[in-house]
């Protein structure tokens, strides 16, 4: 999953990002609500953390434009604006969830988790399929009664297909949630860590689609 992180305070800025690579997600880091808009208008995410208080920029006119384009991406807003008529401003305006700094790191996954599950349309929170069963929030997988164990990249790749069951995404579109702005993409990484999948995962979860990209079939 990739994600933008709209923070112009650098201590916490870095803290959340590393944060986020922790837990294997790809997040591109802008400090003012010029490269937030800019950001936001040449590439896709799948959530945006977006801090109201920017330079050269407000958030909530990062926002705005944001929602007036009718891209429908999560935002979850982080800010230190905790009164209530400025929560209901940020929310009229376009956003998911608010995040009052300073914020528990533990409490900022779970609503990153949920908002996510959220835009994938699943109420559980967790993905089932025959023999397999995932989960997001732990990073777990069974086959069986048996535990295995994914890779950090494994993971990265994996994510995205069980957040959309039934939706086909191609090598570019994968690659594009694996890898942020400063990362060198390997050609064949998602082929690579897909046959890993399968080997640990059985060869039928996720599918080719010939042509198009990958899939992992609804439950």
């Not at 944001?66 to 956003?95: N, Y």
């Not at 995932?134 to 994996?158: F, H, Q």
Request: aromatic residues 6%; proline residues 4%.
């Amino acid at each position: 999953m990739r994600l933008l992180l709209v923070e112009d305070d650098t201590m916490i800025g870095e803290a959340v990002q590393d944060l986020l690579r922790a837990e294997n997600y790809a997040v591109d880091w802008v400090k003012d609500g010029e490269s937030a808009d800019t950001a936001l208008r040449t590439h896709g995410y799948d959530l945006v953390l977006l801090d109201l208080g920017l330079p050269r920029r407000d958030g909530l006119n990062v926002l705005r434009a944001l929602r007036a384009r009718h891209v429908a991406v999560p935002v979850l807003i982080a800010t230190a604006r905790d009164s209530v008529p400025q929560r209901v401003e940020g929310l009229d305006a376009g956003a998911d969830d608010y995040i009052v700094k300073p914020y528990d790191l533990e409490e900022l996954l779970a609503r990153i988790r949920a908002l996510l599950r959220r835009a994938a349309g699943r109420a559980d929170s967790y993905y089932e399929r025959k023999s397999v069963k995932i989960n997001p929030a732990t990073r777990e997988a069974t086959v069986g009664d048996k535990a295995v164990t994914l890779s950090a990249r494994e993971w990265a790749v994996l994510e995205p297909l069980i957040a959309r069951p039934g939706t086909v995404l191609s090598r570019a579109q994968l690659e594009e949630k694996l890898y942020g702005w400063e990362h060198e993409v390997n050609s064949n990484a998602v082929e690579v860590f897909i046959h890993g999948l399968r080997k640990k995962l059985g060869d039928d979860l996720i599918q080719n689609v010939r042509g198009v990209g990958y899939l992992v079939p609804k439950g």
